[in-house]
């Protein structure tokens, strides 16, 4: 009988294990991914009040549908803003229509003259190609904030609300994307260069050069720190339910590939599997007997697929988490 008492018990510890290691001074970046509607943003929002209470700490949402605001219970914009309620938390939501508009007010010059020495395009052309969208241009500069201000040691830590799966791949494979983009113009840039230099004999180095430079750059930069684990960690997030696990799986098999490692992962809006261990699962209605054998059909199916991942399950809340006091509350359940 003590045998069953204490697997009974290692059970129950083993179902809540808490989130690690995000506290290391190494660790700047972190951010929780995964399909829409499985609690990201509650997640991260949660994390940033737990890391404030030792850090100083900004929450960053990439998600065009912004509900940060909403579980913050404050409004955001695009400036970073002080969390009321909450030291050394600050907030912002990041408008990607915003970054490309200040991209391209920053750098119109040098990518005309680009176009204009690399090209047979008249003015009237390359005006209206300046105002065609960039690929991933709008995204990549919205991280570049965060790299920015990673550089700037403004925060501790940077804790990002990424868009569902495939807006945050997107996101995460940009530089690949904005990498090439840079490789065509350069490719441009050099035939200019061999033109100047067959008939002038000599090259002088431009703005366009600089431009090229300094993207290059950034996104050496954004590759550095998302591969890095020591200072960036993505944490997926998932429900106990078949479509949520499959897009998961697809979600670390495409962090993989770009050679970004998840150590851990969130089981989200699970009915208490404690009430089956300590006895009291007699007292439910059988609606919820089921659909707690269901999902703990689904969490043995997470932990066999992705058994190399620390698990930490989250009870489903009786109240949507919305609001400082409902994230605090939240937090400790994912922290102990």
């Not at 696990?245 to 490692?261: A, F, H, N, Q, V």
């Not at 699970?270 to 919820?288: N, T």
Request: include cysteine; hydrophobic fraction near 40%.
């Amino acid at each position: 009988m003590g045998n069953v008492g204490y697997h009974t018990r290692n059970r129950v510890e083993e179902e809540w294990m808490a989130l690690t290691g995000l506290k290391e001074d190494a660790l700047k970046l972190i951010l929780f991914g995964g399909k829409g509607g499985v609690g990201k943003t509650t997640c991260a929002s949660s994390t940033g009040c737990f890391l404030s209470k030792d850090f100083k700490t900004l929450l960053f949402s990439t998600d065009p549908a912004h509900s940060l605001s909403d579980s913050l219970g404050q409004k955001l914009s695009d400036e970073i803003k002080e969390v009321r309620g909450v030291k050394n938390l600050s907030a912002l939501e990041v408008s990607a229509e915003i970054a490309l508009f200040k991209f391209k007010a920053e750098y119109e010059n040098e990518i005309k003259k680009i176009l204009d020495t690399s090209t047979y395009l008249d003015q009237e052309d390359i005006d209206s190609i300046f105002t065609l969208p960039i690929p991933g241009i709008d995204e990549i500069m919205g991280f570049k904030t965060i790299v920015d201000l990673i550089e700037k040691a403004k925060f501790d830590k940077y804790i990002v609300d990424t868009a569902p799966t495939g807006h945050a791949l997107r996101l995460l494979t940009l530089p690949d994307l904005l990498d090439d983009w840079i490789k065509v113009m350069a490719k441009m840039r050099w035939k200019y260069r061999y033109m100047v230099e067959t008939f002038a004999g000599k090259y002088k180095p431009d703005e366009g050069d600089d431009f090229l430079l300094a993207m290059k750059k950034t996104v050496k930069k954004v590759e550095n720190l998302l591969r890095d684990p020591n200072r960036c960690e993505f944490i997926a997030v998932t429900i106990p339910e078949d479509m949520a696990i499959l897009e998961t799986e697809r979600l670390l098999k495409s962090l993989s590939t770009y050679g970004i490692k998840v150590k851990q992962l969130i089981i989200n809006n699970v009915l208490s599997l404690k009430r089956r261990f300590l006895g009291q699962e007699s007292r439910d209605c059988e609606f919820c007997r089921e659909r707690r054998k269901e999902q703990e059909k689904y969490i043995n199916q997470i932990r066999r697929k992705f058994s190399n991942l620390k698990t930490t399950i989250i009870p489903l809340q009786p109240k949507e988490v919305k609001g400082i006091e409902a994230l605090n509350n939240f937090k400790n359940f994912l922290f102990q």
